[in-house]
């Protein structure tokens, strides 16, 4: 049965965890995974995510199943930190939310709802995206289509592009639109193109798809969903997926939500339902330790406070980075214009050369990066920048 089977390539972005690991050169650089680390290059648990696991280990009775649902307490505090606790749709009860293994299972979930809904829709995404989304997509039946998003040749957003596409859509189709920190590219939308992008939604009847990985990693929490609350103001139904795995450091413990706004309180539990069949049939239900650890931070006014200046610590370091690479390779003499890293946000830029560039880097260097070009700018540092400087400036 298994002897026809031909190997499959190495995952694009997680491969590269192996290869930086086997890697001996004492100077390596990682810009590969979407992690956050530290000038040391160390991804620490959060002083708050500490403390609160403190708190369960001295208060959890029971390990009986929790669930497919997850804990009613971290789907009401993630609706809050999502929507803002005075949202509409809060006040409306229009939302559901679910506890999802990372905000992978959130996005897999709720392409399963949708398949529901309809048998192949048709989602669009951004060109490019996520390098997961397509085969999550795809895998759960739908068909995937591409609308224009970043301008490659001036590094900046093809909104016009992506504006007249979304106005072409059928109204049964589903978009897929990144909240914030947009996933390769680092390219979001200003807030009057979100107003835009908002009316043209409204006008054509699509159903939103928001993937919202990075809250608080461009400007802020609340900056950071401006696009999403406005957009779930507007419309009647929506899925916003949602992950803990950057703001709260929370990668290995798969901690993720996904929320679905219907057009009625009574449409919501429907679709509720919908969603824990996939949920039942997909995993079951969805570990506990992640949710349990982000349910205490939110509902404790110390530990929020707390995460709130550990996370401000996180994104204003990724963001200096972008500056300190632009000058750093100007310093080394390198003409190429790089200032448009400094304009993007969150934790990825596309660097803009070619996949022999990329690979001349890693084999030469040691400097590890999606074959994009997509960088890590969190992988970044003080001690590694004039290396990687120099390494970028030799491969040009
Ligand atoms: C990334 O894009 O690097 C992260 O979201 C990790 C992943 O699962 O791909």
Redesign the pocket.
């Known amino acids: 049965m298994f002897g026809h089977l031909t190997a499959m390539p190495s995952d694009p ?2 491969g590269l965890l192996t290869s930086y690991r086997n890697d001996n050169n004492p100077n390596k650089v990682d810009l ?4 956050y680390k530290d000038e040391l290059g160390h991804t620490a648990v959060l002083n708050c995510v500490k403390k609160a696991e403190l708190h369960r280990n001295n208060t959890e009775d029971s390990k009986v199943y929790i669930g497919p649902t997850g804990s009613p307490l971290f789907n009401t505090e993630m609706t809050k930190l999502i929507f803002g606790a005075e949202h509409k749709v809060l006040l409306e009860n229009r939302t559901r939310t679910i506890s999802t293994p990372g905000g ?1 299972c959130a996005l897999r979930v709720a392409a399963d709802f949708i398949q529901t809904c309809k048998t192949g829709a048709t989602i669009w995404v951004s060109n490019p995206t ?3 989304h397509t085969g999550l997509f795809e895998g759960a039946g739908l068909q995937v289509k591409v609308y224009p998003y970043y301008d490659y040749e001036n590094k900046t957003l093809d909104f016009d592009g992506m504006l007249n596409a979304l106005k072409a859509v059928s109204r049964d189709d589903v978009v897929l639109l990144h909240a914030c920190c947009h ?2 590219s680092g390219m979001d939308l200003t807030n009057e193109q979100w107003q835009q992008v908002v009316e043209v939604t409204k006008d054509v009847g699509f159903t939103p798809l928001i993937d919202m ?1 990075y809250q608080g990693f461009g400007a802020g929490l609340n900056e950071d969903a401006y696009g999403l609350r406005l957009m779930a103001d507007a419309v009647q139904e929506m899925i916003v997926c949602s992950s803990c ?1 950057k703001n709260f450091g929370l990668y290995r413990e798969r901690i993720g939500a996904c929320t679905v706004i219907a057009q009625t309180s009574s449409a919501a539990d429907i679709s509720l339902s919908v969603l824990l069949h996939g949920v039942r049939i997909i995993y079951s239900m969805p570990p506990a330790h992640g949710a349990a650890i982000v349910e205490t931070i939110l509902s404790s006014d110390e530990l929020r406070n707390e995460w709130y200046d550990e996370l401000k610590i996180m994104r204003d370091r990724i963001n200096g980075n972008r500056q300190v690479l632009v000058d750093k390779l100007i310093e080394n003499g390198v003409t190429r214009d790089f200032s448009f890293i400094a304009r993007q946000s969150g934790m ?1 830029s596309f660097l803009g050369i070619t996949p022999e560039q990329v690979q001349q880097l890693q084999d030469e260097f040691s400097v590890y990066m999606v074959g994009s070009s997509r960088m ?1 700018i969190a992988g970044i540092a003080q001690s590694n920048v004039d290396y990687l400087a120099k390494a970028i400036a030799k491969v040009l």
């Open positions: 972005i997680l590969g995974v979407g992690v992978t996520w390098a997961n996933n390769p990985a795995s990825f890590s």
